[in-house]
């Protein structure tokens, strides 16, 4: 809600921390992850993330390597460049802020895992080549028997993401305003599907005004691929290799 988010900016400015990791700080998950860790003697631990970075961060004795899919200070610097003056700054303290977590976090880590080149270097400009190694994503393994498309008339594109991630947010916006209304004020009309949870009823009434199929959250990404033709991925914010590419690739699609 509003007065929730309007509470976390505050505790968020006056703790300075950055919003977006300071969110996923609740006490009882570090409680639950504290007994667990308590309890069981493990050899290591495998972080998937920065967010879950925070809750592990008290034990040092336990070795654990991070996974930096993304650099996120990259992606909120992105996010500013293109933002209102006003929305920018708020960016670029973001930026800041999970910038200093992000390289704190590589340097206690005793290994950090990427998966692009890119990231790679980055990460290995502050911590050392030595401690990172990239894994490259590959495309998921293919369906049986991958969706047949649907008959229609027009030519469908399709885009999917966690529309509650900012770069996601960020990519729609893009669509609606780079691709999707100029074609309409043209008087081209394709098909587009949108599917993934985190919409706002603005987004999804300006997409239906555009004739766009919402499907919102979908259990059976197959419902989806079966009804497009090509998977648009309009980022121009983060760097790294574009899974929704792959996944398009593997289930037929461009």
């Not at 691709?179 to 098909?191: D, K, N, V």
């Not at 197959?222 to 289930?251: N, T």
Request: proline share 7%.
């Amino acid at each position: 809600s509003p007065v929730t988010a309007a509470r976390a900016g505050l505790r968020c400015a006056l703790r300075r921390r950055a919003f977006s990791l300071d969110k996923f700080d609740r006490v009882p998950l570090r409680r639950v992850l504290g007994s667990l860790l308590g309890e069981n003697r493990f050899d290591w631990a495998y972080v998937c993330n920065l967010p879950m970075w925070i809750f592990l961060k008290d034990h040092v004795g336990l070795p654990r390597i991070l996974e930096a899919h993304n650099v996120e200070e990259e992606l909120w610097q992105g996010l500013a460049e293109v933002a209102p003056p006003v929305r920018a700054a708020v960016l670029r303290r973001e930026a800041r802020l999970i910038g200093r977590e992000e390289r704190t976090a590589w340097g206690q880590a005793t290994g950090v895992v990427t998966i692009s080149p890119e990231d790679e270097h980055v990460v290995g400009q502050v911590v050392g080549a030595h401690r990172v190694h990239m894994l490259p994503a590959s495309p998921p393994s293919p369906p049986a028997d991958p969706p047949a498309f649907t008959s229609r008339r027009r030519a469908a594109f399709g885009l999917l993401a966690d529309w509650e991630w900012a770069p996601s947010r960020h990519m729609l916006h893009t669509f609606l305003d780079q691709i999707a209304t100029p074609l309409a004020r043209e008087g081209l009309a394709p098909h587009w599907v949108v599917a993934g949870r985190g919409l706002r009823s603005t987004e999804t009434q300006q997409l239906e005004a555009l004739g766009a199929e919402v499907m919102g959250y979908v259990d059976d990404l197959l419902d989806f691929y079966s009804r497009v033709d090509a998977v648009l991925s309009p980022d121009l914010v983060g760097g790294g290799v574009r899974i929704k590419a792959l996944m398009a690739m593997a289930h037929g699609r461009s």
